[in-house]
């Protein structure tokens, strides 16, 4: 099965410094992986997706991660945090052969960024 | 371009009372359907998932039920609330049929409170 893992339930910046936020996945499969945002009070929004070919992937907002799967993992970087970047981002994977033919991604429990002025 | 739209965006209800929550999509032909809840500090919990018209997959046993009475769009339901039922409920979709590298795409959510 499936899973993910976000080390840290919470990051805390400051502003103008590196976010880089850690996810490792399990699957038998090459993986899509996924990251989210959620904003306090709204749904999440997709800032980037991992599907085949570059491992280094741009999302919005200047977001980046990297897929490394010698290491399982997906972190997320930004060079230099914003105020407007303190959020919940959440990191996902799919594959098909976890889902049994449905699409049901499998969610970390999320990572709440806080930046500091 | 599609569009999902969740209401209401608040709602605070008695134990024991009743509950509806709708979700619909715009602009898209028989997408895929989910509910989800959000626990303070828990992530999020798949609740039902539905790939068609009267087609619904409960994932985790509870107290609330879900359906699809038309194509682009999901209901949420309970006979009597607990306590434990509050939350943040988001319904999201994604296109039909995969392909699976494709985003999910969230409503702006329902903060439920149970008094």
């Known amino acids: 099965a499936q899973s993910v893992t976000q080390l840290g339930s919470h990051v805390s910046v400051s502003e103008g410094a590196l976010v880089l936020l850690r996810c490792n996945y399990s699957s038998s499969v090459p993986p899509y992986l996924f990251w989210y945002v959620q904003y306090p009070n709204q749904g999440l929004q997709l800032l980037l997706k991992?599907?085949?070919?570059?491992?280094l992937v741009k999302g919005i907002n200047g977001f980046e991660a990297e897929f490394k799967k010698s290491e399982t993992s997906f972190h997320l970087t930004k060079p230099s945090a914003h105020m407007s970047d303190a959020a919940e981002y959440f990191c996902a994977v799919s594959d098909l052969e976890a889902s049994g033919g449905s699409y049901i991604p499998t969610f970390g429990r999320g990572t709440s960024l806080i930046v500091h002025p | 371009s599609q569009t999902i739209h969740q209401w209401p965006a608040t709602l605070v209800q008695p134990v024991g009372s009743p509950l509806s929550l709708e979700c619909t999509v715009e602009g898209t032909s028989n997408p895929n359907l989910y509910w989800y809840r959000q626990a303070a500090g828990r992530g999020l919990q798949l609740l039902f998932y539905s790939v068609g018209i009267g087609q619904i997959s409960s994932e985790v046993p509870q107290n609330l039920s879900a359906s699809r009475p038309q194509d682009r769009q999901f209901i949420l339901s309970s006979k009597k609330l607990l306590l434990s039922d509050s939350g943040f409920y988001l319904c999201?979709?994604?296109?039909?049929?995969?392909?699976?590298?494709?985003?999910?795409?969230f409503g702006d959510g329902t903060r439920l409170s149970i008094l």
């Open positions: 999201a979709w994604s296109v039909p049929k995969g392909p699976f590298n494709q985003p999910q795409h």
């Open positions: 991992y599907t085949t070919g570059a491992t």
